[in-house]
């Protein structure tokens, strides 16, 4: 009888339990599965077998060769105003909920990413040309 008490309020520490067993069983399995295939695993390390090895393609110079920034830059600049649209949909969703105030805190969101874009535009991240 107790147990069906526990269970039934909503805010308990029993009510987490599966959640735990559920991350001890997880871990458990890694942890075994781990160690099965480093017992049971093949360990004849040749010098053909330690070679860098690429998609099929014998690896050729150095993999620490300078590339453009303007890629890296471009994949942040991406994701950020990305994820800035991410954001707009749960105010889509409820605008009517939220009133002027919900209004005046998605216009200061878009404030915010005006003002980072315009400043990337001004420090001429966008511009692809090499000088």
């Given at each position: 009888?107790?147990?069906?008490?526990?269970?039934?309020?909503?805010?308990?520490?029993?009510?987490?339990?599966?959640?735990?067993?559920?991350?001890?069983?997880?871990?458990?399995?890694?942890?075994?599965?781990?160690?099965?295939?480093?017992?049971?695993?093949?360990?004849?390390?040749?010098?053909?077998?330690?070679?860098?090895?690429?998609?099929g393609i014998p690896s050729v110079g150095n993999a620490r060769q300078p590339m453009a920034i303007k890629y890296f830059l471009v994949a942040?600049?991406?994701?950020?105003?990305?994820?800035?649209?991410?954001?707009?949909?749960?105010?889509?969703?409820?605008?009517?909920?939220?009133?002027?105030?919900?209004?005046?805190?998605?216009?200061?969101?878009?404030?915010?990413?005006?003002?980072?874009?315009?400043?990337?535009?001004?420090?001429?991240?966008?511009?692809?040309?090499?000088?």
């Amino acid at each position: 009888m107790n147990f069906i008490l526990l269970a039934a309020e909503p805010n308990t520490p029993f009510n987490y339990f599966p959640v735990a067993l559920q991350l001890v069983v997880a871990i458990g399995f890694i942890v075994v599965m781990m160690a099965v295939t480093h017992l049971l695993g093949p360990k004849r390390r040749t010098k053909d077998k330690l070679v860098n090895f690429e998609s099929g393609i014998p690896s050729v110079g150095n993999a620490r060769q300078p590339m453009a920034i303007k890629y890296f830059l471009v994949a942040i600049l991406f994701v950020l105003f990305d994820v800035e649209v991410i954001f707009f949909y749960p105010y889509a969703v409820n605008f009517r909920e939220l009133g002027m105030e919900g209004f005046l805190a998605v216009v200061m969101f878009v404030a915010f990413f005006l003002c980072g874009f315009i400043y990337i535009v001004k420090k001429g991240a966008l511009k692809w040309e090499d000088y």
